[in-house]
C-alpha cells in the first residue's frame, strides 16, 4: 500500500536494524482518518472471505482491527488480553506469547463465549515480526475450531521469519507494507501482497 | 443514555456488589457499531469544547476513543501505554495508577512529543470507578501543560469515589450510564448526565 510506505518513509523512526516505530499514527497516537483507510484496504484485500469476527491482540492491534470491522460492515471485534483482570473469570482459550520489545512471555486469553465453530475469524494485527503474536492468535482460533480466513498485518518485518512461522497455518496473510531491511536507517521495503 | 443501560441490563454481568462486568460489547469483544453510538453520544455532549486531541488508557479504552474521535471529524487519539516497551525510549509525561481489578501499581505514559500546551484534550474512557486511571489521564495533560476540556465515561461505578477524586481538576465530566447500586445481582441507575 502506497500511502503507508510513503507515511512509514516519512514519520517512521528506526532504531537500529531491526526497529521501527510508527507511534505518531499506528501504535501510541492513531491517525483515525489514516486508520481507516488502512481499515478499507484490508477490506479490499479480503473481500470474498466473509470473516464474522476481526480478532487482535491488546494493546496495538485493536485501533486498526476496528477501522477494518467498521470496512466491513461494522463487524464485532475480539481483541486477546495478554493479562487477566480479576473480572476475567470464565473459561478461556489461551495461548503463549512471547514479547520481544517487552522481553517475556505473556498468555493470550480470549473467553471461550466470544469464539464459536461457526465463525469465520480473520485476524489483524500491527506488525508481524517473529510471528509470536499472530501465531498465538492463530492458535486461539483453532482451539475454538473457527474457520481461519486470513491474516492481516499493517507493517511486516519480513527479515524476522514471522511469515515463515504461519506458514504450517495455510492460511492467506497479506501485509500492507513489508520491510525487507533497515540499514543505516534506511528502510527497503519488499513488494507489498 | 438509554440505549447503553439498556444494553448494560441486557449483556451486563454482576459479579458480586461492585463489579459489572461488559465484555460482550465493550471491553474484550467490541460491538462495533454500538460503540460508534456512544461515540456520537459523546460527540453531542461535548460539542463546541473544540478538542484537538483525545487522549485515553490502554486497552479497554481504545475503542470507545476512536469511534469518539470519528465522530468529532476524525481527530487524533492518544492511548497512555501502562508498560514501556523497549521501543519506547524518548521523553514521556507519566502517572502512576493503581488498578484494583489487577492489584498493582502501573505507571501511565504519554510520549511528550504527541501532547502539546496548545492541545485541548478530551479524556474518553470505558469505566470510571475509584478514578484512578482517569486521574493520571489528568495528570498527563496538566504536565503537558494543554487544556483538558472534559472526561467522558461510558459507564460510572459511582459507589467507587471516582468522580469526587477528579472534582478538584474542575473540569466537565460526563458519563453515559451511572451504576448507583449493585444489589443482589440488580444494577440500579442514577440520571446520567
Redesign the interface.
Known sequence: MKALEERILRDGLT?GTE?V?V??FLN??????F??QLGDEFARIFAGTAPTKILTM??SG??VA??T??SFG??????A?K?A?????EETYAADVM?F???KVSTAR??K??LAAADRVLIIDDFLAHGEAASGLVEIVRQAGADLVGVGIVIEKAFQGGREKLAPFDCPIAALARIGQIENGQIHFLPAD
Do not use: Y
Open positions: 532504531v526497529i516505530k507511534d505518531s501510541h497516537q492513531i491517525d483515525t482518518d486508520l481507516l491488546e494493546s485493536i485501533s476496528m477501522a470491522a467498521l461494522r463487524l464485532p471485534v475480539i481483541f488480553k493479562t483482570p480479576s473480572t476475567m473469570v514479547s520489545t517487552r522481553g480470549v473467553a463465549k466470544f
